[in-house]
């Protein structure tokens, strides 16, 4: 059983910043043998892909509209991974979700294979 447990989110107000972990567990869970990748899901609207990172912190992959305000990260030691996320809009108000996939970056939901419940950003106009 692999459990995924973000936390992080919350209220901030536009022009704010907000970092978010995922710490990932499980008895036959290898964190380092996996890719991690962020999501959100705003209501009414489809899970999209915000970030990714392999399983190495090596390489990342960014939804194009959020290069340069968000970055993902990963601590392997510590079995987390990190979304640092600066100059929030109201449009980035959603649920944002963690997910793990076997080493490679991934970009689509399909492409991974375990989730977390997920933690809402809000972010006031």
């Known amino acids: 059983q692999v459990q995924l447990v973000e936390s992080g989110g919350g209220l901030v107000q536009t022009g704010g910043s907000l970092r978010l972990s995922c710490a990932a567990s499980?008895?036959?869970?290898?964190?380092?043998?996996?890719?991690m990748g962020w999501f959100r899901q705003a209501p009414g609207k489809g899970r999209e892909f915000v970030a990714t990172i392999n399983w190495k912190g090596a390489s990342t992959n960014y939804a194009d509209s959020l290069k340069g305000r968000f970055t993902i990260s990963r601590d392997n030691a510590k079995n987390t991974v990190y979304l640092q996320m600066n100059s929030l809009k109201p449009e980035d108000t959603a649920v944002y979700y963690c997910a793990a996939r076997p080493y490679t970056l991934a970009t689509m939901v399909g492409e991974y294979d375990y989730w977390g419940q997920g933690t809402q950003v809000t972010v006031s106009s």
């Open positions: 499980g008895r036959t869970f290898i964190f380092s043998n996996y890719a």
